[in-house]
């Protein structure tokens, strides 16, 4: 019986790893109530940003937040807030690793903060168009930029279809869709 075990424990990290060792790329699934969303992640790129996005996939954060900034022609952002526009708590920020190796194109997914570049947590949005004002310029507080750290590699109507909804104001909150679209589950998915 114990080799059993520690055969199932051994296999299940085997099966954890196989990803990392096969060199691929890590991927997320969002499922929400606009259809599946799946991300690839760029940890050569960015790895602090990506291991800070997989950490609140890993603790099951993202389940039942809600994309709550829809700007047409511009993104759609979640990650952080409840229905009701209630805010999550997040980890600590991290540091924007904004450079010109990735761009605010139409599809990839970036973080979003606040106007201290290094205020990132959990919330991110995706481009639903080329945002060059959104890219890295310098390290000064008004050219770091947002940093990209994958692009969507399915779902990208489901980007549309949330892009398109009627959106209000709630409680000092703009671009608000009307109609909560909830991200019921984030999950890592083997590429």
Same mark, same amino acid.
């Given at each position: 019986?114990?080799?059993?075990?520690? @055969?199932?424990?051994?296999?299940?990290?085997?099966?954890?790893?196989? %990803?990392?060792?096969?060199? !691929?790329?890590?991927?997320?699934?969002?499922?929400?109530?606009?259809?599946?969303?799946?991300?690839?992640?760029?940890? /050569?790129?960015?790895?602090?940003?990506?291991? +800070? @996005?997989?950490?609140?996939?890993?603790? !099951? &954060?993202?389940?039942? =937040?809600?994309?709550? #900034?829809?700007?047409?022609?511009?993104?759609?952002?979640?990650?952080?807030?409840? %229905?009701?526009?209630?805010?999550?708590?997040?980890?600590?920020?991290?540091?924007?690793?904004?450079?010109?190796?990735?761009?605010? =194109?139409?599809? =990839?997914?970036?973080?979003? #903060? =606040?106007?201290?570049?290094?205020? *990132?947590?959990?919330? &991110?949005?995706? +481009?639903?168009?080329?945002?060059?004002?959104?890219? @890295?310029?310098?390290?000064?507080?008004? !050219?770091?930029?947002?940093?990209? @750290?994958?692009?969507?590699?399915?779902?990208?109507?489901?980007?549309?279809?949330?892009? /398109?909804?009627?959106?209000?104001?709630?409680?000092?909150? #703009?671009?608000?869709? #009307?109609?909560?679209?909830?991200?019921?589950?984030?999950?890592?998915? *083997?590429?």
């Amino acid at each position: 019986m114990k080799i059993n075990r520690l @055969f199932l424990v051994a296999l299940a990290l085997v099966c954890m790893t196989a %990803p990392a060792l096969a060199g !691929g790329k890590p991927q997320v699934r969002l499922e929400t109530t606009k259809g599946l969303i799946v991300v690839e992640l760029e940890p /050569a790129v960015a790895p602090m940003t990506v291991e +800070n @996005f997989l950490r609140y996939v890993r603790e !099951g &954060f993202y389940n039942g =937040t809600i994309f709550h #900034r829809v700007i047409k022609d511009f993104m759609i952002q979640g990650g952080g807030m409840m %229905p009701g526009m209630i805010q999550k708590s997040g980890h600590e920020p991290i540091r924007n690793e904004a450079s010109q190796k990735m761009l605010n =194109t139409k599809g =990839t997914i970036a973080m979003a #903060r =606040t106007n201290d570049p290094h205020s *990132a947590t959990s919330q &991110f949005f995706i +481009n639903t168009k080329d945002n060059p004002s959104l890219d @890295f310029q310098s390290r000064s507080r008004r !050219g770091y930029g947002y940093c990209v @750290f994958g692009r969507v590699i399915k779902g990208m109507e489901v980007v549309e279809r949330i892009e /398109a909804v009627a959106t209000t104001a709630v409680g000092g909150h #703009r671009d608000v869709p #009307r109609r909560a679209i909830v991200i019921e589950r984030a999950v890592e998915v *083997a590429p």
